[in-house]
Each structure stands twice: as C-alpha cells, then as structure tokens.
C-alpha cells in the first residue's frame, strides 16, 4: 500500500496563478484532511472531508476550495495565490472522525512569489 | 493564545541522553493526547496516543498527562540520533478535530 500520496511535491506560483493540490489514500478512509504547516504554527487545518462528496471548513479556509468526488482523493485549490499562501501542506485521512491516528503524506511545498 | 502551547527549540542533547518534551493546553474538554514524530521534509506520523491522565509507556518512549496542570510530556530515553526530529504534540476533545502544537525540533549528537 503506498498509503498517502500527494503530487506535486514542489511548486513555484505567481501572485494570482491558480492550481490544484492531489491527496490519494488506498486505505479507504472516510475522512480527509488538508493542513498548512508553517514555521512555528503548527498544522492547522484548511478543509476536511467526512465521505465522499463532503467538504467542510477548517480552522483557516480562506482563498482554498476543496473536492471530494471519488473516496480516495481530495483536492485542495487555490484560485488566485496569494504570497500568504507560501507554504508546506500535508493531506491526511483517517478511518473515523476525530480518529487519534491520521495518516500523513509526504508534503506538498509551495513558494508564491 | 494559542490552544496548544510548545516550545519550539531545538533541543540538543547527547546520544545516549533522556530527551524531555512538553506541552501545555487550555481547554479543560480535551481528552486526547498524541504525540507525532515529524521527520525533515517528511509528514508527521503517530507516536504516542494516551487518554486522560497518567502515563503510557512503549519502549524507549514514555507520555505523562497532568489534565489538573493541564500538561503533557514526552521523555525518550537512551535517545539515539535516529530520533532527531520534530515531536509535535496534539490535542482533541471527544469526537472533534484534532488541535497541533507547533512543534519542538530535537537533534542528538553522535
């Protein structure tokens, strides 16, 4: 099982470019999860999934969007790139809601300029 | 403030030496407690998980929690240089999302 991967694994973005970030689990895990994780700050959570077809807010949502059409992948856009937006973010699913064990990809690192 | 409070380092100590980490929390209604290892360029992975107060203990690695301090520890003994790593500590109330602290980057020297 390659469990959580997520592509691209670096990208470069102008202000105002857009693109879209890939997670993929084969565990087929209900939920998902999108994380930003910045020097000092932790992970905080972007967007998250509880099934197929479902999005909901995290803690810091603004200028993202989400998808969840098919149950192994959740996509993470961004519309307009904001310098703000510059840096490293890590999908996640786990079996159950709030479940203590979420499993990580590898990272996905993104410089705005 | 923040609901997870952790001091970022690092923390250098000698191969050999007990690594000692801590967090502290402010909600009263978290009840779950993790530990995650985050190694360089790597996604975070779970380490220890403990419920309510008291300690866990799993080989080298042992979680205290102080739910009337609202305080949680992480000790590795017999550290090695494998363990060099960001340790991130986690919270969460039943049922909810889980909280991170920012991190504590540890290295230990050879």
């Known amino acids: 099982n390659a469990g959580v991967t997520q592509t691209p694994k670096f990208r470069v973005l102008k202000t105002g470019q857009s693109m879209t970030l890939l997670c993929a689990q084969d565990m087929n895990h209900e939920y998902m999860y999108w994380y930003r994780q910045d020097p000092g700050m932790g992970l905080r959570l972007i967007h998250y999934s509880v099934g197929e077809g479902t999005t909901a807010k995290g803690e810091v949502p603004d200028g993202y969007n989400v998808s969840r059409l098919k149950k192994q992948n959740f996509l993470l856009g961004l519309e307009s790139a904001a310098p703000s937006q510059t840096s490293v973010y890590f999908c996640?699913?786990?079996?159950?809601?709030?479940?203590?064990?979420?499993?990580f990809g590898p990272g996905t690192r993104l410089l705005v300029l | 403030q923040k609901e997870v409070e952790q001091d970022p380092g690092p923390l250098s100590v000698p191969e050999g030496a007990i690594v000692s980490l801590n967090c502290t929390y402010s909600?009263?209604?978290?009840?779950?407690f993790m530990w995650y290892r985050q190694y360089s360029r790597k996604g975070p992975e779970l380490l220890m998980y403990t419920y309510s107060s008291g300690n866990k203990e799993d080989g080298r690695f042992t979680a205290q929690v102080d739910k009337s301090s609202k305080y949680i520890s992480l000790f590795i003994r017999d550290s090695q240089p494998s363990d060099s790593a960001t340790y991130l500590c986690?919270?969460?109330?039943?049922?909810?999302?889980?909280?991170f602290g920012g991190g504590t980057r540890v290295l230990v020297k050879p």
């Open positions: 996640a699913s786990s079996r159950l809601a709030g479940e203590e064990t979420q499993y």
């Open positions: 986690a919270v969460k109330a039943a049922g909810n999302k889980l909280t």
């Open positions: 909600n009263s209604a978290f009840q779950y």
